[in-house]
């Protein structure tokens, strides 16, 4: 499995600067551009490019992917007025632009599609065993590529309501607990329908689960890299043991008396070349050195003067 990783990671290095180059450019723009008309000319377009898996059936595959231009017009009053949608594009179009500076194109353009295609697969399948058209935004691929960023850079710090700096590790656990909040309501509500059978019930706790799918994105590309997002704990620093001579300690000066190395050899300094005496063998005996031998020689002060020299 390591080595799997390891050449699906060559190969999105290798590939960095292919694909679609400002992907998230041209969302935020097509995004922007159906807000005008969506305010100012037509305000039924966004029903022409939301998800709808029964529309889709019959022939509008558009559908498939043209929801991700309708985030700016959403149902809240902060995005229905001009400054919401503007906040909200820039902030995703700065979110996507470093997120694929960190990547590369290729591998933001696979992560923004494989986001797509999951939730695209997911809904479908829905419709086609429970006949149920489940609603479908790009509000959690765009939350899947912001806690990509978040988890890339937790430190980095923004500008909450253009006031407050905030950490982004800490903006992408509020963004997981509203998620969290949206499922386990989802869940309650499947749950006060278990009157209706088991068949309505599974089909309501599917659709609840919608949000998962695009965080299934984002474990599939990230995998343990997840713990960046949770808070750091303090570390228990060990005690440096500190260690104290006894009292009135002396320096053994036979310290090497009994000590032998791998070879059987005791530590020496200097050892006769001719009689292998060493200095740690007989401590009272002198050493010299042969000027006259080419090298370094030692020889003990019984055959400094009785030896064949070295050339």
Request: with cysteine; net charge positive.
């Amino acid at each position: 499995m390591g080595n799997l990783r390891r050449d699906y990671n060559r190969f999105l290095t290798r590939n960095r600067n292919k694909g679609i180059p400002n992907l998230m450019l041209w969302i935020c723009i097509g995004n922007a551009a159906v807000f005008l008309v969506w305010r100012f000319v037509n305000s039924n377009l966004p029903g022409y490019l939301y998800f709808n898996a029964a529309a889709i059936m019959r022939g509008e595959v558009w559908r498939l992917f043209s929801y991700i231009f309708t985030f700016a017009c959403g149902p809240t009053f902060l995005f229905s007025t001009l400054l919401g949608a503007l906040i909200s594009i820039m902030f995703y179009y700065w979110i996507g632009s470093m997120l694929e500076g960190i990547w590369g194109t290729f591998r933001f353009n696979l992560y923004y599609l494989c986001g797509i295609l999951l939730s695209d697969l997911y809904c479908m399948l829905l419709f086609w065993i429970f006949d149920y058209p489940a609603m479908l935004t790009s509000h959690y691929i765009n939350l899947s590529m912001f806690l990509a960023v978040a988890t890339l850079v937790p430190e980095q710090r923004v500008l909450l309501m253009m006031i407050l700096p905030v950490k982004m590790k800490w903006l992408a656990w509020v963004d997981i607990a509203f998620t969290l909040y949206g499922i386990i309501s989802g869940l309650v509500q499947a749950v006060k329908i278990s009157f209706l059978g088991a068949f309505y019930t599974t089909a309501y706790v599917l659709i609840a689960l919608i949000p998962l799918v695009a965080l299934l994105n984002y474990l599939l590309f990230f995998g343990r890299n997840v713990k960046n997002l949770l808070p750091s704990l303090p570390r228990r620093r060990k005690k440096k043991q500190s260690y104290a001579p006894p009292k009135n300690a002396q320096p053994n000066p036979d310290w090497a008396k009994n000590y032998r190395n791998s070879t059987g050899q005791r530590p020496y300094h200097h050892k006769c070349t001719v009689c292998g005496r060493t200095d740690t063998d007989c401590p009272d005996l002198e050493f010299r050195y042969c000027s006259k031998c080419k090298g370094y020689f030692c020889y003990c002060i019984d055959h400094i003067n009785n030896h064949t020299h070295v050339q």
